[in-house]
């Protein structure tokens, strides 16, 4: 069974760039799909990008395509999310997620995910 803890949001300016962190414990990170999930004030949680580690590529969604990058650090055992040129709607709580035995149809379902973070908080304003 693995923890999540997400570190790393605070309060950006429009362009601006945060580095989002998710650190596993109890299991090894690379053993789960992972996801990124946000939740804007009002809306319904959406997912941000995910992957299998094991299998396949990335998947981002188009909102942030370009923008956002997905990487793992196998030393430190997390899985980050690089914002680049942030806009306000990117404005959310932003959640880690990881699943065991995804398919790749499921990846962008939240219900497919077992373990979630606590989230942390992304603003964009000036």
């Known amino acids: 069974q693995v923890q999540l803890v997400e570190s790393g949001g605070g309060l950006v300016q429009p362009g601006g760039s945060l580095r989002l962190s998710c650190v596993a414990s109890?299991?090894?990170?690379?053993?789960?799909?992972t996801a990124w999930f946000r939740q804007a004030p009002g809306k319904e949680r959406e997912v941000v990008t995910a992957r299998r580690w094991k299998f396949g590529t990335t998947w981002y969604a188009d909102p942030v395509k370009g923008r956002f990058t997905l990487s793992k650090d196998n030393a430190k055992n997390t899985v980050d999310l690089q914002m680049n040129s942030l806009q306000p709607e990117d404005t959310a709580v932003y959640y880690c997620?990881?699943?065991?035995?995804?398919?790749?149809?499921?990846?962008?379902?939240?219900?497919?995910?077992?373990?979630w973070g606590q989230g942390t908080q992304v603003t964009v304003s000036s």
């Open positions: 109890g299991d090894t990170i690379g053993n789960y799909a």
């Open positions: 997620a990881a699943g065991s035995g995804l398919i790749s149809s499921r990846l962008r379902d939240e219900d497919a995910y077992g373990y």
